[in-house]
């Protein structure tokens, strides 16, 4: 499966932003998919992730209740809506999918086979 993220940007700190992560060549829906984002000079981490099905979530403690993950299987996209932003919030921000045989929701990035390209995310204070 092909991964294209976009929706990146810069937004003062406050603001909002809406990521797509739009799949492509594979059945979108057998595959759990996660948002993770790299700072300069730091590890990439986990933002968030949906489950195959039942769509079952999960969050970074760093960005529960500002950010929000969600599907469409109909138009094999994955968002992430961010709210409240923070200067700290600044990354490039990556999707990531993997297949899975139950909804289970990944947090691992070692867990995930695919990857798109990322998304810049810029926050100013």
């Known amino acids: 499966v092909q991964l294209q993220a976009s929706g990146g940007g810069l937004v003062h700190a406050g603001g909002s932003l809406r990521l797509s992560c739009a799949a492509s060549g594979g059945t979108f829906s057998w595959y759990a998919v996660g948002w993770f984002r790299q700072a300069p000079g730091k590890e990439r981490e986990f933002v968030a992730a949906i489950s195959r099905s039942i769509f079952s979530t999960a969050y970074a403690d760093s960005v529960k209740g500002r950010f929000a993950i969600s599907r469409d299987n109909a138009k094999n996209t994955v968002y992430l809506q961010m709210n409240s932003l923070k200067p700290e919030d600044t990354a490039v921000y990556y999707c990531?999918?993997?297949?899975?045989?139950?909804?289970?929701?990944?947090?691992?990035?070692?867990?995930?086979?695919?990857w798109g390209q990322g998304t810049l995310v810029t926050v100013s204070s």
């Open positions: 990531a999918a993997d297949y899975r045989r139950r909804p289970d929701v990944p947090r691992n990035r070692a867990e995930y086979d695919y």
